[in-house]
């Protein structure tokens, strides 16, 4: 699952509430989370690890170098919460047995095929995810683990719904329509001959997975937080910093969104850059970006 700091940023938690049932929509109208880059911090790119990152992957093309950033620098400006939520990539959309899948796809699907090891060349995910993906691959074949492999990514409706039924009683898979899966940001990572909740290989997913945007998404230990049992080839492309702030201090999605419902604001520095995230959950709030940062 996640890495777990030897000395974690002590942060305050939210008291575990009773759940009840949500629908998309109505959360998504009221809540968003935008990151700010301090541009002075930035450099040509946001590094994420020693190996060369993907350039902008479609189901054509050959894979390329350097992935641009997913962030716009502009002049002063002040945003409203729509124009926010028109500029979101949805990264951080949250998916558990209370909230819903949206009736969108999230970015552009694109085949993982050629672009990293699978033995399903039908297997598609968000090309934002998968840039980061491939480029935690690399990383992991210059460690010498070369035998990383996806296994499952976006699903459809039906493909849920069909799963759902197989493995009905079982709960090893999620009720149709509240499936990570749904949504184009989630795999399932495989070594081969390995069981990969007990190995080395695994340990380094869990060490290094944060730096590329991804988390060991359903941890044992916050089965009863997430909902969802001990799955540990299951991970999650939230970007970063966010997976970094949430894997250094021992936290899934939901202890997360917990945590800046509460605080509102938070400053995270990684890899030398500074990120500031910022909490809005009321249409009639608006967020100011000053002059030369990103976002």
């Not at 849920?160 to 009905?168: E, G, I, R, S, V």
Request: charged letters at 15%; proline letters at 5%; one cysteine or more.
């Amino acid at each position: 699952m996640h890495q777990y700091s030897n000395s974690p940023t002590k942060l305050p938690r939210t008291p575990n509430r009773p759940r009840k049932r949500r629908n998309y929509h109505l959360t998504m109208s009221t809540i968003l989370l935008i990151t700010c880059v301090v541009a002075w911090l930035i450099g040509s790119h946001i590094t994420s690890g020693s190996a060369a990152e993907p350039d902008d992957i479609s189901a054509s093309t050959s894979p390329a170098m350097n992935v641009p950033i997913p962030y716009q620098t502009v002049a002063a400006q002040t945003f409203t919460f729509t124009q926010l939520a028109a500029l979101s990539n949805d990264h951080l959309l949250l998916v558990n047995p209370d909230y819903a899948v949206p009736d969108y796809i999230i970015g552009d699907l694109v085949r993982i095929s050629g672009y990293v090891n699978t033995l399903n060349h039908d297997i598609l995910l968000s090309k934002d995810a998968l840039a980061r993906l491939r480029t935690m691959f690399d990383s992991a074949e210059n460690a010498s683990f070369t035998q990383f492999r996806v296994t499952q990514g976006f699903r459809t409706h039906e493909y849920q719904q069909n799963l759902y039924n197989q493995m009905a009683g079982t709960g090893l898979a999620a009720l149709p329509g509240h499936s990570e899966h749904q949504v184009g940001l989630a795999v399932d990572i495989s070594y081969h001959g390995v069981n990969i909740g007990n190995s080395v290989q695994g340990n380094w997913l869990m060490n290094y997975s944060y730096r590329y945007g991804f988390i060991l998404r359903y941890p044992q230990h916050k089965t009863h937080i997430t909902g969802v049992p001990f799955e540990p080839w299951h991970y999650r492309y939230v970007g970063q910093p966010h997976a970094f702030f949430m894997t250094r201090n021992d936290m899934v999605m939901e202890e997360y969104f917990d945590y800046l419902r509460t605080n509102r604001k938070l400053e995270v520095f990684f890899d030398g850059v500074g990120f500031t995230v910022f909490y809005l959950d009321c249409e009639d709030e608006a967020l100011e970006i000053p002059e030369g940062y990103q976002f």
